[in-house]
């Protein structure tokens, strides 16, 4: 069974980075889109970014852009999203999901989820 694996999350101090890792079971990778949605407490599921199949096509909310790099490697069957200039608002619990098509942001469209990583930004 396909299983999603997150790692790299922790406590990080405003304008520091991070890099998030999300490592699949998968060996035909290549062929699935790649997204990172994160959850505050009290808020909303948002789409972070994602990553598509084949071209490599990305995707990048706005509050993101600019500071977030998503990018994949196929051969290691992971996907990373390299966070820099963290903010406060920054902090949630980020999670990386599967999905058997195109890229989209929308989270009811992906069909595996990992566990997810805590990201915290504070000083």
Not at 38 to 61: H, M, N
Not at 77 to 93: C, F, I, Q, R, W
Request: with cysteine; proline share 2%.
């Amino acid at each position: 069974q396909l299983q999603l694996v997150e790692s790299g999350g922790g406590l990080v101090q405003p304008g520091g980075s991070l890099r998030l890792s999300c490592a699949a079971s998968e060996f035909t990778f290549d062929y699935y889109a790649i997204g990172w949605f994160r959850q505050a407490p009290g808020k909303e599921r948002e789409g972070v970014s994602c990553i598509g199949s084949s071209d490599g096509s990305t995707y990048y909310a706005d509050s993101v852009k600019g500071r977030f790099t998503i990018s994949r490697d196929n051969a290691k069957n992971t996907v990373y999203l390299h966070m820099n200039s963290l903010k406060p608002e920054d902090t949630a619990g980020y999670y990386c999901a599967l999905r058997d098509g195109s890229l989209t942001r929308n989270a009811l469209e992906y069909h595996y989820w990992g566990q997810g990583t805590q990201v915290t930004v504070s000083s």
